[in-house]
Nanobody
Framework: EVFLAESGGGLVQVGGALRLSCATS????????VAWFRQVPGKASEAISC????????WYADSVKGRFTVSDDNAENTVYLQMNSLKPEDTAIYYC????????WGQGTLVTVSS
């Protein structure tokens, strides 16, 4: 019943911005944290952000700190990742993950940053 679906990825120029969405169902954001990961083929996945809606706490990896902002809309059960000042090294498939049971992942959305 728990389901996550990412959207908002696409092709963007260096220095541009994208807003990713993670629509969730089957749980309330007040009870479970949601994290954002990204992965490049052949490389390990990287945790880049996390949000706990219950207390509003957030966490960011050093690689995105100051450029990315995670937020949530509890009424819509949606978590967002605002990505600014994008760099080529931000190119990856972005996933959201809910800390429900053993962890539930979305299908991923591709972000490509190019000049």
């Amino acid at each position: 019943e728990v389901f996550l679906a990412e959207s908002g990825g696409g092709l963007v120029q260096v220095g541009g911005a994208l807003r990713l969405s993670c629509a969730t169902s089957g749980f309330t954001l007040d009870d479970y944290s949601v994290a954002w990961f990204r992965q490049v083929p052949g490389k390990a996945s990287e945790a880049i952000s996390c949000i706990s809606s219950s207390d509003g706490s957030t966490w960011y990896a050093d690689s995105v700190k100051g450029r990315f902002t995670v937020s949530d809309d509890n009424a819509e059960n949606t978590v967002y990742l605002q990505m600014n000042s994008l760099k080529p090294e931000d190119t990856a498939i972005y996933y959201c993950k809910a800390d429900v049971a053993a962890g539930v992942w979305g299908q991923g959305t591709l972000v490509t940053v190019s000049s």
